[in-house]
């Protein structure tokens, strides 16, 4: 009998450290996405193209509801010049609204709001959007490899 009751506590506590583990699986999932969103749009803030060449997945897709579908080549392009234009684009994640979810075999999926706000004819512009974010880890690398980007 003995035997059997700590056999069951064992039993217990390998489930409790299973779900445990689970919920801090989900904590550091979000810090590690929340790290590579940080990273992203410190290379925007910062008009540094390079790292976030390395962050785009080559086989990108974006998706706008305001100017539609474009792929990697499009978005760098389009970086690249908007960061030679002096107009001081900036980009900040509103952390509270951010969340994140596995996708088993794949990745994660991030959606939050973010603020962007750029120089326009002398005065700062700004709004608040609505974003997801489809990460894909591969080989221990993540890479952003679907945006979708509403509510302008």
Same mark, same amino acid.
């Given at each position: 009998?003995?035997?059997?009751?700590? /056999?069951? !506590?064992?039993?217990? +506590?390998? /489930?409790?450290?299973?779900?445990?583990?689970?919920?801090?699986?989900?904590? +550091?999932?979000?810090?590690?996405? $929340?790290?590579?969103?940080?990273?992203?749009? @410190? +290379?925007?803030?910062?008009?540094? =193209? &390079? *790292? =976030?060449? %390395?962050?785009?997945?080559?086989?990108?897709?974006?998706?706008?509801?305001?100017?539609?579908?474009?792929?990697? !080549?499009?978005?760098?392009?389009?970086? /690249?010049?908007?960061?030679?234009?002096?107009?001081? *684009?900036?980009? &900040?994640? =509103?952390?509270? @609204?951010?969340?994140?979810?596995?996708? *088993?075999?794949?990745?994660?999926?991030?959606?939050?709001? %973010? #603020?962007?706000?750029?120089?326009?004819?002398?005065?700062?512009?700004?709004?608040? $959007?609505?974003?997801?974010?489809?990460?894909?880890?591969?080989?221990?690398?993540?890479?952003? /490899? #679907?945006?979708?980007?509403?509510? %302008?």
């Amino acid at each position: 009998m003995k035997r059997l009751v700590t /056999a069951l !506590a064992i039993i217990g +506590a390998c /489930a409790m450290s299973a779900q445990a583990q689970g919920e801090m699986s989900k904590a +550091a999932l979000f810090q590690e996405i $929340f790290t590579l969103d940080s990273l992203l749009f @410190t +290379a925007f803030n910062n008009r540094d =193209i &390079e *790292p =976030i060449k %390395h962050l785009f997945s080559e086989g990108l897709e974006f998706f706008h509801d305001k100017t539609g579908l474009t792929g990697y !080549a499009q978005n760098i392009e389009m970086l /690249a010049n908007n960061f030679e234009r002096d107009n001081s *684009p900036t980009r &900040e994640l =509103i952390k509270e @609204t951010m969340e994140v979810y596995p996708v *088993p075999g794949y990745g994660a999926v991030q959606t939050a709001s %973010h #603020r962007f706000c750029h120089l326009e004819n002398g005065q700062m512009d700004c709004g608040t $959007f609505k974003f997801v974010h489809i990460w894909q880890q591969k080989n221990g690398q993540w890479k952003l /490899a #679907r945006i979708v980007s509403f509510d %302008h």
